[in-house]
């Protein structure tokens, strides 16, 4: 089999549909999606910031919900 990593930011919902979207347009779908994006906030809960805990929700849940979202559609055509 062949691999091809795809490099963009996940939490990024047009990034997402770009790069993602269309890799599965050309390809025709795939078998096969690792979500494996996700950071880390270091600090103390009291220390972090309304914006720092937003982007750690955006692309630890929402990048591999997306993800998950789009190639689903094209796993589910092809069975």
Known sequence: GT???LA???GD???V???LGGWLTRHGGCEVLVNNAGVNCD???LRTDEDEFTRTLQIN???AFRCSKLASRHMLRAR
Request: charged letters at 15%.
């Open 3 to 5: 691999a091809e990593l």
């Open 8 to 10: 963009f930011d996940v």
């Open 13 to 15: 919902p047009a990034a």
């Open 17 to 19: 549909e770009a790069v």
């Open 43 to 45: 600090g103390l809960l």
């Open 61 to 63: 849940l929402g990048g």
